[in-house]
């Protein structure tokens, strides 16, 4: 990814305002071009290399209503999310561990099969 100019280096390159030079980079993160990175920098946002910015418990959530699993139906396992979405075992651990809190889950365990407890509304 290419990183953008600082606020401060297009503020005086251009002999612009911060104000202005803030409101461009909203312009172009709305616009879907532009992303924040820590330090108070920006990159660019390549149109091949767009992904999912979501929390992974939404990303996971919206498995149930993109596979149209039903109520009941086996759910998939952490190693397939683990695939799935290119995160560790316990980072998709958490994200289950809140799902089946928020009830959408029934509990898992070792060689214990998860099902779909309660449909999300979205």
Do not use: Y
């Amino acid at each position: 990814m290419t990183q953008l100019p600082s606020a401060a280096e297009i503020m005086s390159a251009h002999g612009v305002s911060r104000g202005v030079a803030l409101r461009v980079f909203d312009v172009l993160q709305k616009d879907g071009l532009a992303e924040p990175v820590p330090g108070a920098r920006w990159r660019v946002v390549r149109s091949d290399s767009r992904t999912d910015r979501r929390p992974l418990v939404d990303r996971i959530a919206d498995v149930i209503t993109d596979d149209r699993l039903e109520v009941g139906a086996a759910f998939l396992s952490a190693s397939e999310l683990c695939a799935r979405f290119g995160v560790s075992r316990p980072t998709v651990r958490r994200a289950l561990d809140k799902l089946e809190a928020a009830g959408l889950l029934t509990e898992g365990g070792q060689g214990k099969l998860r099902t779909v407890r309660a449909l999300p509304n979205r």
